[in-house]
């Protein structure tokens, strides 16, 4: 007996109602993306090497699918490499091209690529799937969809305004009406770290410090050990995880804390200013909060970083984040063009839906009518009729054979199809059609004009 064909872990299939959902999902987000005004790009769904490694930090280069090159990839390795089985080595012998990581650092690729092309501030916007070798859990999967938002060309904090009130738009759409933003800087945790004489460690404490929700304290603490940061230095920071009260009041907190830090106290300015904004044009359902150990274990992030919670009561980390990445593009060679940008987590946004029930029952209903099938005849009238009810927008289609009624009726059931047209020699003689609903069981018998205006 042939073995039942598998797909890979962290990888899915999607039904049809399935897919539905998830092309609701991201119509909404597409919808306010070109709201604020952002344009459409797509990149291709692998890149040279060189163009990720590197970015991410060691811990995301790990993460990072690599495509080994074709043919017979390991004649041209030099024998010296192969005896020494070191991976890293090898892996750039014989792997040119890798799998996107993410749509941030292929879209810095693509701004200075076509530099000449773009007029700046350059706002796009990008849905399409990426891949990470992650270790596969709820929430969490190798393959997934990113739902990107980015400006470039300008260093205005209005922009992080703006992607705030895109978050709250796009998540009251939804009826993710509880989502909290947090939000931090990447120039106030710089500020920490110079407290506690770790900015050689700055990578180190960040990455370690991202982790804190997944790990807890004291394994964040003793990977900060690990990486040479002093006991006296980690317990300089420990009032930072107790700040209290309002998100102003934390605030003036770590002014208090940071006030010998330039660097922090020009993240703590940039967050009021962000905060006075949103204080005065108010979100619609979403909240902001100050989250001082939010770190976004990215390399790139250099100021505003922000993360989505998912909605209370539904365990899945964060539904979206983003942040400002002054120097991304300057990798590729174009130096002074700052940028931010967020992305709202697809699959995670869905799997939060389903288990707070907020999708529309609507969305499940692909098609709206089915015509029975009772022979030749009947079913080109059918045909007639619904080509008039397609031109109107009114999904349909024909049972495709003449079986018992009782068949093609539990197929609409089965289908979920609210209604279903029957027309036999009576309703074709009088240029008529029964309609009958599905759910309520109601039957009326109408004229095409009448028909289409029912299911309209």
Not at 286 to 311: F, M
Request: net charge negative.
């Amino acid at each position: 007996m042939a073995q039942k064909p598998r797909i890979p872990k962290g990888t899915r299939d999607f039904s049809p109602a399935e897919v539905t959902k998830r092309q609701y999902i991201i119509e909404s987000i597409r919808s306010n993306f070109e709201a604020f005004g952002f344009l459409p790009i797509e990149t291709p769904s692998f890149e040279l090497s060189d163009t990720l490694l590197g970015k991410y930090g060691d811990e995301g280069d790990r993460l990072i699918f690599r495509i080994l090159n074709s043919g017979d990839y390991l004649s041209k390795v030099d024998p010296s490499i192969l005896a020494d089985k070191d991976s890293a080595t090898l892996a750039g012998s014989i792997s040119e091209k890798a799998l996107r990581y993410d749509l941030t650092v292929p879209f810095a690729r693509y701004v200075v690529q076509h530099q000449n092309d773009i007029v700046f501030p350059f706002k796009r916007y990008q849905i399409q799937p990426v891949w990470r070798a992650d270790r596969p859990q709820k929430g969490r999967f190798r393959e997934f969809f990113q739902c990107d938002a980015d400006v470039v060309g300008s260093k205005s904090l209005w922009q992080e305004v703006e992607f705030i009130q895109l978050y709250d738009a796009v998540f009251h759409d939804l009826k993710l009406s509880s989502v909290q933003i947090k939000i931090n800087n990447r120039k106030i945790l710089s500020g920490i770290a110079e407290l506690i004489d770790a900015t050689d460690q700055f990578v180190a404490f960040t990455v370690a410090l991202d982790k804190l929700d997944k790990i807890g304290k004291d394994k964040v603490e003793q990977e900060w050990r690990s990486a040479g940061i002093s006991d006296e230095g980690i317990e300089k920071i420990q009032p930072l995880f107790d700040l209290k009260g309002h998100v102003r009041e934390q605030v003036s907190q770590l002014k208090a804390l940071l006030a010998d830090s330039e660097t922090a106290m020009s993240g703590l300015n940039d967050t009021e200013f962000i905060l006075d904004a949103l204080d005065t044009l108010k979100l619609k359902t979403a909240s902001v909060e100050l989250d001082v150990t939010l770190a976004r274990g990215l390399n790139y992030y250099t100021g505003t970083i922000l993360e989505v919670a998912a909605p209370d009561g539904v365990q899945l980390g964060s539904i979206g984040g983003g942040g400002r990445y002054d120097d991304l593009a300057g990798v590729f060679g174009l130096k002074g063009v700052s940028g931010v940008g967020i992305s709202f987590g697809l699959d995670r946004i869905y799997l939060a839906m389903e288990e707070l029930n907020v999708f529309p029952e609507t969305v499940s209903q692909d098609v709206e009518v089915l015509f029975i099938n009772f022979g030749e005849k009947e079913a080109m009238y059918a045909m007639k009729a619904m080509k008039k009810l397609r031109d109107s927008s009114v999904n349909c289609e024909l049972y495709p054979d003449p079986a018992k009624i009782s068949k093609q009726m539990n197929y609409a059931n089965r289908r979920n199809i609210p209604f279903v047209v029957m027309a036999g020699d009576k309703e074709m003689a009088d240029a008529q059609y029964s309609l009958k609903n599905m759910k309520t069981g109601d039957q009326d018998t109408l004229s095409i004009e009448s028909l289409i205006t029912a299911l309209k």
